[in-house]
């Protein structure tokens, strides 16, 4: 045989052959540098051996003891087999009974010493263990005093075939173990080896080792993520952007109905300084919802426009498209600043003529969905480009828009205040500005988490709402009777023509990601002037959207959201004058959903609920599913390892800067592996 690689296929190991090669497949792992990176799951810690006479029911535990009694055979009905027998050690006995697995009797001889590793039964005075592992004591300790890797299964696998699978995958790769770091990164932030790495975290000699390899091996994922990420973006623009003439902020914000919050200027000037320091702007501002992004990047606008540059603001939904259009426009048309619209929906004619508004440079401002991308869309002088997201956008999206114009100004909008650490995985080495102020004469909205016992008296809250006037918004977590009419969810075509059935004087409303962007918009706009009083709706609305009267927000089995989504729903209603609620209705008995429910009803702070989120549900969901563009991670926990993102980041950050394509001979383990998670994250990487 050809000296194994990494690209050796997993068949080439003895005791895998087609059969437990598909199980394997169906893991992901096709060869055996796949089989290196399928960490184990969990581990199991057999290193403390106890007295017999301390064991205590139901906990897994190691003995050393010494078989006193010849094991018997027994068959019990059904043609069970029962092996028994009797250890000791100097504390006291055990019982050890093995199920159908009759030929343990010739490796086990009574009068010898072995140790043994299950879960212990108490009966009265007697103590025992059933299927144990075991070995005798003389061996080295595979299976007991150790720390053993708990692996993820599939039907066809179990635990030992693929401990024997990594262990040969192990010797067979020796030193070739892959390695995507630069030793001299190895070295400054004292890093194991690859080799011992790889070898501590599959079969880890103890606790500090395990730590030592994790640690490694976190690092090197979150370095490869971050480089590839860097890649992508291309090196943070050194060369000249658009410089701004100076204008007068005042004069903008005088023309306003409102004063801007402290927290607005404050971000606005950042921008502002930003825009006219000649380099190119490349910031995000965090704001919870309600905090007056909008008016922010309105400013940015003015700003540029004053300067006779373009701006070009993408919104992720065809709704907040319109919607920020519309406000847009009202901020800007008293300057005599001309606000067009681009999206999907809109006739060639519409597109037509807001193209031609671009090119010729007589509209300031396009508002528009990912139709904005496209290739006949061409600015005059575009110089500021705003994404208002909740993460949809990826990198490549941005970038793609960016180069409608000469290096332009970049400015993101979040409303998922992100740890600081996780912004700048996602969007880079971006300067970040935070409105952690809501305008005045907000209230807080009183929120509740009930179970669905209690739908007569929320019915008659709607009543009580309703009849002073205000709108109601319900959020189911799907759109019909679907797939799986057993999972119990709330439907909202159902849900609403219950709803209606109930309040049949009033007017309910249905909205979802399957009509049409024209239907939704027309419902949307009903609820907005106030024709509708319920409105039934998915997570459409769940950005954005602006109805200052809806004053209760009702989400059916909450237990499916979020608690940052949680969060934008509740985000819908508090927007006016009108003391507003949430009711979060959920079945769910389960503890965390309690307690994220929990945290919904005793904060208001964005901020505290992301941290909350990313916590209890881990990063994967931290975002709802599939929003965050992130690869998934094999080792590393952005919640837990939070430091080592930071540090991983930043050297990243300092190996692209001298070596911006990873073009140097050193590098290119590393460029393969970040081409490779690019590769494999393909379009949603973000
Ligand atoms: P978000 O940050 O969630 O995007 P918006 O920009 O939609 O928030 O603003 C929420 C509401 O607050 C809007 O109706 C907006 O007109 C209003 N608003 C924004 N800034 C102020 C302010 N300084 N004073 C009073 N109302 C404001
Ligand atoms: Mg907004």
């Known amino acids: 045989m050809q000296s194994p690689t990494l690209n050796t296929s997993i068949k080439a190991l003895s005791g895998v052959g087609e059969a437990r090669a598909r199980a394997f497949a169906r893991l992901g792992v096709t060869d055996l540098g796949g089989l290196l990176s399928f960490f184990p799951r969990a581990y199991e810690d057999r290193t403390v051996i106890k007295p017999i006479a301390m064991l205590m029911e139901g906990e897994s535990a190691c003995v050393h003891g010494i078989i006193a009694t010849e094991p018997t055979l027994s068959r019990v009905r059904g043609g069970l087999e029962l092996v028994k027998f009797r250890v000791v050690d100097d504390s006291g006995s055990l019982d050890v009974t093995f ?19 299950g879960r212990v039964s108490v009966m009265g005075a007697r103590r025992g263990m059933t299927n144990p592992a075991f070995e005798p004591e003389s061996s080295e300790g595979r299976v007991t005093g150790r720390i053993m890797p708990v692996y993820r299964l599939t039907s066809g696998l179990n635990q030992r075939a693929v401990m024997s699978a990594v262990r040969q995958a192990l010797d067979l790769v020796g030193e070739g173990v892959p390695d995507a770091l630069p030793e001299e990164i190895v070295r400054r932030f004292e890093l194991c080896q690859a080799r011992y790495a790889y070898e501590n975290v599959h079969f880890p000699a103890d606790f500090t080792a395990l730590a030592l390899a994790r640690r ?49 200027r404050r971000a606005v000037n950042e921008a502002v300084a ?10 995000l501002i965090q704001g919870d919802v309600g905090s007056g992004k909008t008016l922010a990047a309105a400013a940015c606008v003015w700003y540029a426009a004053k300067s006779g540059y373009q701006s070009a603001f993408m919104a992720p939904t065809e709704i907040l498209a319109a919607q920020h259009m519309e406000t847009l426009s009202g901020f800007l048309a008293p300057f005599g600043m001309v ?8 006739t060639a004619r519409e597109k037509r003529e807001t193209l031609a508004a671009l090119t010729s440079g007589e509209c300031q401002l396009c508002v528009g969905t990912h139709a904005l991308l496209t290739e006949d869309v061409e600015f005059k002088n575009l110089a500021l480009v705003i994404t208002d997201e909740q993460h949809r956008f990826g990198v490549a999206q941005r970038a793609a828009l960016a180069a409608k114009g000469n290096r332009p100004h970049i400015l993101i909008m979040s409303a998922t205040p992100i740890p600081r650490t996780l912004a700048l995985i996602i969007y880079g080495d971006l300067d ?12 807080k909205v009183d929120t509740f988490a009930v179970g669905s016992a209690y739908r007569k008296r929320i019915n008659n809250f709607i009543r009580r709402l309703t009849g002073e006037g205000r709108q109601v918004y319900v959020v189911c977590p799907r759109i019909e009777e679907g797939e799986d009419l057993n999972d119990g969810l709330m439907s909202a075509e159902e849900h609403a023509s219950e709803l209606q059935r109930e309040f049949p004087d009033l007017r309910v409303g249905c909205v979802h990601g399957r009509l049409k962007a024209r239907e939704k918009d027309a419902i949307m706009s009903a609820f907005a002037a106030g024709d509708i009083d319920i409105l039934v709706s998915t997570t459409v609305i769940e950005v954005g959207v602006d109805v200052p009267n809806a004053a209760l927000m009702i989400v059916e089995n909450a237990e499916r959201f979020g608690l940052s989504q949680l969060h934008q729903l509740r985000g819908r ?17 389960g503890e965390d959903t ?19 989120d990313l916590r209890l549900r881990g990063p994967g969901d931290f975002f709802g599913s599939r929003q965050h563009g992130l690869p998934e991670l094999h080792v590393a926990d952005l919640g837990a390892d939070m430091d080592v993102l930071k540090t991983a980041q930043s050297a990243a950050m ?33």
């Open 99 to 117: 199920f159908n697995q009759s030929y343990v009797r010739s490796q086990l001889h009574r009068g010898e010493g072995y140790s043994f590793y």
């Open 216 to 264: 490694r091996l976190v690092f090197e994922e979150l370095f490869v993520l971050a480089c590839a990420l860097g890649l992508l973006r291309g090196s943070r623009e050194e060369r000249d952007g658009v410089r701004l003439r100076e204008a007068e902020l005042e004069e903008f914000y005088s023309s306003l109905p409102f004063r801007p919050t402290g927290a607005q």
């Open 274 to 283: 930003d825009m006219r320091s000649g380099r190119p702007m490349d910031r």
């Open 339 to 346: 606000v067009r619209k681009l999206t999907g929906s809109m």
């Open 432 to 443: 970040v500005s935070i409105i952690d102020e809501l305008p005045p004469g907000r209230q």
């Open 573 to 589: 209603v508090g927007r006016g004058t009108h003391k507003s609620y949430c009711i979060l209705i959920s079945d769910s008995k």
């Open 594 to 612: 309690r307690e994220r429910l929990a945290v919904m009803t005793h904060t208001n702070d964005g901020f505290k609920i992301a941290e909350e």
């Open 654 to 686: 300092d190996l692209l800067a001298a070596d911006p394509g990873l073009l140097w001979p050193e590098h290119a383990q590393l460029r393969e592996r970040a081409l490779a998670l690019i590769e494999t994250a393909g379009g949603r990487f973000n």
